[in-house]
Nanobody, 118 residues
Framework: QVQLVESGGGLVQAGGSLRLSCAASGSISSINTMGWYQQAPGKQRELVAIITNGGMANYADSVKGRFTISRDNAKNTVYLQMNSLKPEDTAVYYC????????????WGQGTQVTVSS
């Protein structure tokens, strides 16, 4: 099992910034992908950004140029720097951890609320 502890959500005005953090512990694998998904009310959970242990990152088109994902492998921690926030970024943000298989295991954090006011 892998445990994920998120922090950094909150309320911010449009145009502001927030930084999310997620620390992984437990049955950590050196070959993994960490990242963030978002889920707005009434919508499905969607990819925001993911990053491999080698540093390769992918972003949703909606956040490119505004959000930056990074990680500290020594601390098993992933970060999401969110700049130029928009009201449509309002959602619960979930940390994601995938162990590359076979077999493949996926884990989720408890979620942290990000609210952007206009």
């Amino acid at each position: 099992q892998v445990q994920l502890v998120e922090s950094g959500g909150g309320l911010v005005q449009a145009g502001g910034s927030l930084r999310l953090s997620c620390a992984a512990s437990g049955s950590i694998s050196s070959i993994n992908t960490m990242g963030w998904y978002q889920q707005a009310p009434g919508k499905q959970r969607e990819l925001v950004a993911i990053i491999t242990n080698g540093g390769m990152a992918n972003y949703a088109d909606s956040v490119k140029g505004r959000f930056t994902i990074s990680r500290d492998n020594a601390k098993n921690t992933v970060y999401l720097q969110m700049n130029s926030l928009k009201p449509e970024d309002t959602a619960v943000y979930y940390c994601y951890y995938r162990i590359h298989g076979p077999p493949t295991y996926r884990y989720w954090g408890q979620g942290t609320q990000v609210t952007v006011s206009s």
